[in-house]
């Protein structure tokens, strides 16, 4: 009997380990199950790591981003793994034991899986840099969760602040960059979150003001609200923070003073209150804080002095305080006793020295203290702070020789000294230099030569040494600079001849040469540079002046050479410079008579010509009327009713131009006129665009006209625009374009030679462009292929970027007035013959607009895609594709394909690296135009290295096939 009952018992306990074992095993199998699932779902080369190929059972928990406790799974970390596609549903049920979820810098379709609301043991949840899109659902069923990161995604709809509430173990939340949400504003419940540490809503969308009840968050030690809408005053309860370390309330619109109880936060490190309208005195208190290592107050309007407290921080790295109204002096003892790494205070009224000590523990890189009073020299140890990126004091009083080592400092992209009283020189050891990319140092008192070894410096993107003392000769070795893009060095006592080796400088966009001392002629070569910026006034050149500088109207350019003359003069009445005389006899009857024969060869031809063309024309006013076309004459608009604003040298009047305005040398149409291609009879081709003035109806009409004809982006002179607004809109459009391009002179800016205003129609002529537009070029236009010139290799593409953030940064920073594009894009950016950008088509906007824009197209000329392409999803665009793409080190899966083979990737990617900074979606953080032609220029090849015609696989330009 007793083993009877020991056998049963025994088999109920065979019974319930197997009964174990079976449970045991199918947990196990659903594990490997979802795992295996979501290999298949979340799509990417990086889950080749998975392997589910084994016969054996599959040992999950050795697979790389899995985490196990015992045999479950507890965690799984993906992050950058740059994977696409959707989260199977179930996780919650296959994965019970699951706490932590990391999927950040992946691409995660379908919006918020909803899935997730199921798990009731998930206590980390990251999909930030995910590209989640939608409305969110209610997220309080997660209870246990205790870090929520949902940063730069693509959120819209209601904030979930009230779920939120409900989750009180949070202690991280992180919504950074999600301004589709609709606007809201936070509400007290919030409170209720007593283990917040971590509280990150900048760029949500929010309004109002900043809630005095987070001061009741006392368990707080990150705290930043900014990218937002917020208003009123910075409460003084935040000082009852006790534990906060971060405070970032930049960029909104707060006003007020800056509370003294901020004072109060110890364990404070950084602060960052920039881009708002704070006034007020620093508090002194803030400034005294033990553990302040970054303190950021720009773009304000404080006043009253820079704490002297802070020259006794053991702590501070950053003091940012530029653009305020700050008086009084610098600390003396700034940087003395911490790693002080960035000193800017630029546009206050601050006065006295510069703090000696900045640099005493050899870690300061940012000397930016532009636009104030200083005084003083600058003290020598600076010439010894080798970190230095930049150094900038321009526009104050300070004087003294510049230390030697200022020049030759090793790291420093650029050195500012200009608008002071400095005196020494440009010494030699500037060849050292080998990371600086712009040198100014204008109206000083400067003396010596120019040394040679400045052409050492290859990167070199911009020189102003204008109004100086400089004597000398040019050295010719400065025509290696072949990356100079402003050479300013008018205003000296240079003497010698302008040295033929800068010719070479072909990304050159401003010579200024004028008012010194130098001789002999002007050279032939430099013809090649316009139609550039050139400037050789006020010195002593003799003989002929080039054709080319003639015939581009640039005489008062050369104005004050007395020994300058012209072979020829476009306009008898001209009497600016004289003609030269042949053989070095005086000109007289002889000279005299030979010039009259010649004006009448000239006008005989030119009479010739004339007639045969008015035949022409006739024949073709003969088929116009047949075909039910008119000339615009014959619209009630004449000749004579056309006035003419020139802002060139003409060799073609209005009757040639209006005259040529017939159906065949049509280019293109847009909603508010017409584009022309026209040969004129000297062999110049100009393009003509006609802009109709008229009513809002008749230009929808046109609209429609034009859309049912279907014509492309056509040759990019405006004509795309659409405008539709009647005729205060033409004229306003007209006058903004007209104004601004009779303006300038570029060679990155479309010229605009003249201007027709009639009555029922405008005429803009301009230099034509033979390659179109940039955006045929990248995509294809109605010829096909690559608007019917073939392929753009890397180089053509990086140099038509560099030409337009050139052109640019030109409108924005080098002339008396800002001027603003506004439209900037591919089709706006014409080519020329040698596929050199000219930027076209102008309107009313902000420079940060511009910077935005540019970014776009640079995106376009690295990715070779549209702004707007089917692969980059719904309510997706090119700058949200790319930013991802840079946001998961993936740069390289968005370059062109078709430049597969190209060994310019890694310029390609700095490329997009750079657009990404462009399209910011928090306009104060985009970079200047300026800042982007350096950074583009910082990107290319040193000079003497391989180009792309050394490598295999090169398809030529046409300009290279010739």
């Known amino acids: 009997m007793v083993t009877t009952l020991c056998s049963v018992a025994l088999l109920l306990v ?68 740059r994977l696409t596609g959707r989260l199977p549903p179930g996780i919650c049920a296959a994965l019970p034991a699951l706490r932590d979820l990391l999927l950040a810098y992946n691409e995660i379709r379908g919006g918020f899986p909803a899935g997730l609301l199921n798990c009731s043991s998930l206590e980390t949840l990251n999909l930030s840099f995910a590209s989640v899109s939608g409305a969110l659902p209610d997220l309080s069923p997660m209870r246990a969760l205790r870090a929520l990161d949902l940063s730069d995604n693509l959120f819209s709809g209601a904030f979930p602040a009230t779920s939120i509430a409900n989750m009180t173990s949070l202690e991280v939340i992180n919504f950074n960059e999600n301004p589709g949400f609709d606007v809201w504003r936070p509400p007290e419940a919030l409170t209720r979150l007593r283990r917040l540490r971590v509280l990150i809503l900048s760029t949500t969308s929010m309004r109002g003001g900043v809630p005095a009840w987070l001061g009741n968050m006392t368990s707080l030690t990150f705290l930043e609200l900014s990218g937002n809408s917020l208003t009123g005053r910075i409460p003084a309860s935040l000082g009852r923070l006790a534990n906060l370390e971060f405070l970032e309330l930049y960029y909104n619109d707060l006003e007020g003073a800056i509370p003294d109880e901020l004072g109060n936060l110890t364990r404070l490190a950084d602060v960052d209150l920039s881009e708002n309208h704070l006034d007020g005195a620093i508090p002194d208190s803030l400034c005294a804080l033990p553990r302040l290592r970054v303190l950021q107050l720009y773009t304000n309007f404080l ?39 960035v000193l800017e205070v630029s546009e206050n009224q601050l006065t006295g020295p510069l703090p000696p000590y900045a640099c005493a523990n050899g870690k300061l890189q940012y000397i930016l203290v532009l636009s104030n009073l ?113 050479l300013s060095l008018q205003g000296n006592r240079l003497n010698g001849p302008i040295p033929e080796t800068l010719a070479d400088l072909r990304s050159l966009n401003v010579l200024n040469l004028s008012e010194n001392a130098l001789s002999g002629q002007i050279p032939e070569a430099l013809c090649a540079l316009l139609p550039n910026s050139l400037d050789f006034a006020g010195n002593n050149l003799s003989g002929p002046v080039p054709p080319a500088m003639i015939k581009e109207g640039l005489l008062e350019s050369v104005a004050g050479n007395p020994g300058l003359c012209v072979a020829f003069r476009l306009n008898l009445s001209d009497t600016a410079l004289p003609l030269c005389q042949k053989g070095g006899e005086k000109r007289g009857f002889a000279g005299s008579s030979w010039i009259v024969g010649v004006c009448c060869v000239v006008c005989v031809v030119a009479m010739l010509a004339l007639a045969r063309r008015w035949v022409t024309r006739r024949r073709e006013l003969k088929d116009g009327e047949q075909d039910g076309t008119s000339s615009p004459g014959s619209r009630g608009g004449g000749l004579s009713s056309y006035d003419v604003t020139s802002f060139h040298k003409l060799n073609f009047d209005q009757h040639e131009i209006v005259e040529a305005l017939i159906d065949k040398n049509i280019v293109g149409h847009g909603g508010s006129g017409t584009v022309y291609k026209i040969e004129l009879s000297s062999g110049e081709l100009v393009a003509v665009k006609k802009l109709w003035v008229s009513s809002s109806k008749t230009k929808q009409q046109r609209q429609k006209q034009h859309q049912h004809r279907g014509h492309g982006h056509g040759h990019g002179y405006g004509h795309g625009r659409g405008y539709g607004g ?28 003249c201007c027709y205003s009639g009555a029922d129609c405008n005429l803009l002529v301009y230099e034509y462009m033979p390659n179109g537009n940039l955006w045929d070029a990248l995509h294809g236009g109605a010829g096909g292929g690559w608007g019917g010139f073939g392929f753009l290799d890397w180089p053509t593409r990086r140099r038509v970027a560099i030409g337009v953030a050139q052109g640019l940064a030109y409108l924005h920073h080098d002339l008396l007035f800002t001027i603003v594009h506004r439209d900037v894009k591919s089709s706006n950016i014409l080519l020329d013959a040698d596929f050199e950008p000219k930027v076209a088509d102008f309107g009313i906007a902000t420079t940060k607009c511009d910077v935005y824009s540019f970014g776009v197209v640079l995106m376009e000329l690295a990715t070779g895609k549209k702004p707007i392409e089917p692969e980059f999803g719904e309510t997706r665009d090119i700058v ?19 430049l597969a083979w190209s060994p310019f990737k890694d310029e390609m ?33 040193p000079p003497g290295s391989r180009s792309a015609k050394d490598y295999p696989g090169q398809k030529p330009k046409p300009a290279e096939a010739k």
């Open 14 to 81: 065979v019974v319930a380990l197997l009964s174990a074992t079976g449970d045991g095993v199918a947990a196990l199998d659903a594990q490997a199950a979802y795992l295996s699932r979501l290999k298949q779902e979340l799509a990417g080369p990086a889950m080749a790591r998975w392997d589910f190929s084994s016969a054996t059972p599959v040992d999950y928990c050795r697979f790389q981003g899995v985490v196990c406790g015992g045999s479950n799974v507890t965690g799984i970390d993906l992050t950058s793994w």
């Open 303 to 341: 006043a009253g002095p820079i704490p002297a407290v802070l020259g006794n921080s053991t702590q501070l790295e950053i003091l940012s305080v530029y653009k305020n109204q700050l008086t009084g002096e610098l600390p003396a003892d700034l940087g003395r006793y911490s790693d002080f790494n």
């Open 726 to 753: 009647g005729e205060e809109d033409d004229s306003r459009e007209l006058r903004t374009e007209v104004e601004t391009l009779g303006s300038i002179r570029h060679k990155n800016i479309v010229k605009l030679y």
């Open 374 to 486: 200083l005084t003083g020299t600058i003290p020598a140890a600076y010439a010894d702070c080798l970190p230095l990126l930049r150094f900038r004091v321009s526009s104050n009083h300070l004087e003294g020789d510049v230390p030697p080592g200022i020049f030759a400092l090793p790291h420093a992209s650029i050195v500012d000294l200009s608008y002071n009283h400095f005196t020494g020189s440009v010494p030699p050891s500037i060849a050292g230099a080998k990371n600086l990319t712009s040198l100014f140092a204008s109206a000083n008192r400067l003396s010596g030569m120019l040394p040679p070894e400045i052409a050492d410096v290859w990167g070199l993107v911009k020189i102003d040494l204008s109004n100086n003392l400089i004597a000398g000769p040019i050295p010719a070795a400065m025509g290696r600079l072949v990356r100079l893009n402003q």
């Open 909 to 941: 990617v700095q490329a997009l690296r750079v657009a990404v900074r462009c399209t910011c979606s928090i306009p104060g953080l985009r970079p200047t135009m300026a800042d982007v032609v350096q950074m583009l220029a910082e990107s290319g090849p």
């Open 880 to 898: 949200q594709w790319v930013t991802g793409k840079v946001a998961a080190a993936a740069e390289a899966e968005a370059l062109d394909k078709r």
